[in-house]
């Protein structure tokens, strides 16, 4: 299937990154769903269509041959697959996440923390500082997409205001 329509890809993104977010949910991951609601479906969304805004909405016809991104493809499927093989199994009590840093977090959290939700106290203490550099990873690069969008739309404005003016 191919779409040229670069609002409809823009769109398709936002609802897979959406449904993302509830497979998120019903892994027992609600704090990455929460990241992927916001981020993408909510922020990218906003701003990939602030970039067609500022751009064009359908994707121009491709200069090159097909086979190399079919290519590119099929090789970073294979080598996901294999980088796949060696995991445990989704939920296994043996893997080495349940044996090892799980105890410990439940060991030590009430000591430590004080906080009765070790969930809490696992994201909002112990990776806390990973949480702080996420934000402002994400942070800077809204601000760099604005700079971005606000310096492209720069001359077209004063070519325009030369315009209005003669």
Request: hydrophobic share 50%.
């Amino acid at each position: 299937m191919r779409l040229r329509n670069l609002f409809a890809v823009v769109m398709l993104s936002g609802v897979f990154s959406l449904l993302s977010a509830g497979l998120f949910v019903a892994m027992d991951a609600v704090d990455v769903a929460f990241t992927e609601a916001a981020v993408g479906a909510g922020i990218s969304t906003v701003l990939m269509l602030g970039t067609l805004a500022l751009t064009h909405q359908h994707e121009k016809p491709a200069q090159h041959s097909r086979v190399l991104p079919l290519l590119v493809v099929f090789v970073t499927g294979a080598a996901l697959l294999y980088g796949t093989a060696d995991l445990p199994p989704f939920g296994s009590a043996d893997t080495p996440v349940q044996q090892h840093v799980a105890p410990e977090y439940i060991e030590r959290t009430p000591d430590e923390i004080g906080v009765p939700n070790i969930v809490t106290a696992v994201l909002a203490s112990y990776r806390g500082y990973d949480t702080l550099g996420e934000v402002i990873v994400i942070f800077t690069a809204g601000i760099a997409v604005i700079v971005l969008l606000h310096g492209s739309s720069r001359p077209k404005r004063r070519k325009e205001d030369e315009e209005a003016e003669s």
